[in-house]
Antibody, heavy 121, light 106 residues
Framework: QVTLKESGPVLVKPTETLTLTCTVS??????????VSWIRQPPGKALEWLAH???????SYITSLKTRLTISKDTSKSQVVLTVTNMDPVDTATYYC?????????????WGQGTMVTVSP | SYELTQPPSVSVSPGQTASITCSGD??????VCWYEQKPGQSPVVVIY???KRPSGIPERFSGSNSGNTATLTISGTQAMDEADYYC?????????FGGGTKLTVL
């Protein structure tokens, strides 16, 4: 069974750095057909893709937030980590990690449950 | 940056056909996925590669993509299909989501 689970702080203060961890099971981050994205969703708003990391460690980021985001992975720990610097209240959102599979046309076939992060003084 | 545009809302009567569109420049040259998200839940892929259904997704869900518009069609819409629907595509090594469409089954 393939699962992804997000973990990290529930509350962060403005200007702080957010670090989120996605722990995966049921597949390997070294599998060339699989890769992982981070996606967020502010309350009541649309999904917003943030970053992606491939099995060969190639990374891509949303242009508007590129300077604040870093995605990395530890294959041995089956973890994908996202850091977001200089957090602001507008970054309050549910943060999801999701697996992308070539078996489903590069769509996100498995999502984590999401973790809600609030930015407040 | 690339944008995908969806209508904010679509209404349909039970048993009728619902169509949700997603527009983007030369979208037909890309593969489109569609996700269903119910309140308090994570999104679920219902269509990938424009028109393929993952296992477990009912046959009433179908998709098409041509020109600048992709369409998600739900035939014989049921009350359980009331949800937010998002289209998604890749552009220049980045992922783009549409703004989402709230489907109401009246």
């Amino acid at each position: 069974q393939v699962t992804l689970k997000e973990s990290g702080p529930v509350l962060v203060k403005p200007t702080e750095t957010l670090t989120l961890t996605c722990t995966v099971s049921g597949f390997s981050l070294s599998n060339a057909r699989m890769s992982v994205s981070w996606i967020r969703q502010p309350p009541g708003k649309a999904l917003e893709w943030l970053a992606h990391i491939f099995s060969n460690d190639k990374k891509s980021y949303i242009t508007s937030l590129k300077t604040r985001l870093t995605i990395s992975k530890d294959t041995s720990k089956s973890q994908v980590v996202l850091t977001v610097t200089n957090m602001d209240p507008v970054d309050t959102a549910t943060y999801y990690c999701a697996r992308m599979s070539q078996l489903t046309g590069d769509g996100f076939d498995v999502w984590g449950q999401g973790t809600m992060v609030t930015v407040s003084p | 940056s690339y944008e995908l545009t969806q209508p904010p809302s679509v209404s349909v009567s039970p048993g009728q056909t619902a169509s949700i569109t997603c527009s983007g420049d030369k979208l037909g040259d890309k593969y489109v996925c569609w996700y269903e998200q119910k309140p308090g839940q994570s999104p679920v892929v219902v269509i990938y590669e424009d028109n393929k259904r993952p296992s477990g997704i009912p046959e009433r869900f179908s998709g098409s993509n041509s020109g600048n518009t992709a369409t998600l069609t739900i035939s014989g819409t049921q009350a359980m299909d009331e949800a937010d629907y998002y289209c998604q595509a890749w552009d220049s090594s980045t992922v783009v989501f549409g703004g989402g469409t709230k489907l109401t089954v009246l």
